[in-house]
């Protein structure tokens, strides 16, 4: 099958089967790494590594892509299903700097370090850490499906759950990924863009675009601790064995439903429904990272209700002075 042309229908479904089944075994046996630019092509590799000599001759699996020439730039127009017309985004490259750009994104992405931060802070630094190695986009084929794979990897040893697949549940949805990737490369591109005619088109495409997420944002749907997903899914004695820090969640819920039980005896309608506004904002706490203190921001709220803020006085306008 080494010399045979493959039609793009036979092409497509090759691939999917291929990285399908690479994709299921990284799953159950991730690459061990250290998270660095070796770590990122080994994913590649091991993706990608049934294409050569299966009519996929121009795919070279964990080598980067060859560098672009000077004066020219990489980019590719953009089909969304429900945006009318072509879109664009320009990658690097992938000269030097790109490729030290790499090292140095990756510098910054230490499970033991990225543990430490809260869900708002952990998103941030992961939009921006995947814009910009997918602005880099060191692979000729396939830097989707590895950067997934090694995000994903890294964000659970950080202990948080990133949900890619919520985005390709609709058309809308794998739009909204593509628009809010689309928009951060882009942003990092503009200041190396070679040519004027790549500039007028990353202009266009921004102008169309405006008003819509960036990745960092997108992702704020995408991402929450894997204690918090635990929780909501998994009983209780097997989410305490794997989160231990769990415990004074369910120490809230207990307390819960014994209050409940006392306030309200015999009406089980009504303790169901007050034991999960509880849960819903234990789930909610857990969701931003929190594992301690899950009555503060109640207590807050109502402290709000009772005293509510000053209302500031409008300025006066030119014409009421």
Excluded: C
Aim: hydrophobic share 35%.
């Amino acid at each position: 099958m080494a010399d045979k042309i493959l039609t793009d229908e036979q092409r497509q479904q090759l691939e999917a089967d291929f990285t399908f089944k690479r994709g299921v075994e990284l799953e159950f046996d991730p690459v061990r790494g250290k998270f660095d630019a070796a770590h990122l092509r080994e994913v590649n590799r091991r993706i990608f590594q049934d294409f050569p000599g299966a009519g996929f001759n121009d795919v070279t699996p964990g080598e980067y892509r060859k560098p672009v020439a000077e004066g020219l730039d990489w980019m590719k127009q953009r089909g969304l299903s429900t945006v009318d017309g072509p879109l664009y985004v320009a990658y690097s490259r992938m000269d030097d700097d790109a490729i030290a750009r790499i090292d140095t994104a990756l510098a910054k992405a230490k499970p033991e370090d990225l543990r430490e931060l809260k869900t708002p802070e952990f998103t941030a630094r992961f939009g921006k850490l995947y814009a910009e190695l997918d602005y880099v986009h060191p692979f000729s084929d396939g830097n989707s499906r590895t950067l997934r794979t090694f995000t994903a990897q890294l964000a659970r040893e950080a202990g948080y759950d990133v949900d890619w697949e919520r985005f390709n549940r609709s058309d809308v949805g794998r739009d909204l990924l593509y628009i809010a990737r689309d928009r951060s490369v882009n942003e990092l591109a503009k200041p190396y863009v070679q040519h004027e005619n790549t500039m007028r088109k990353l202009i266009l495409t921004r102008d169309r675009l405006d008003g819509n997420r960036d990745l960092p944002d997108l992702l704020r749907d995408a991402i929450r601790p894997s204690r918090a997903v635990a929780f909501e899914q998994t009983k209780e004695k097997e989410a305490l064995s794997e989160y231990p820090e769990l415990k004074e969640a369910y120490k809230t819920m207990h307390a819960a439903a014994s209050y409940f039980a006392a306030k309200i005896p015999g009406d089980v309608k009504a303790q169901e429904q007050g034991i999960q506004t509880v849960m819903d904002h234990v789930q909610k706490r857990l969701n931003s990272g929190e594992t301690t203190d899950f009555t503060r921001e109640r207590v807050d709220e109502k402290q709000q209700k009772k005293n509510p803020p000053p209302q500031q006085q409008r300025p006066e306008s030119e014409h009421e002075r």
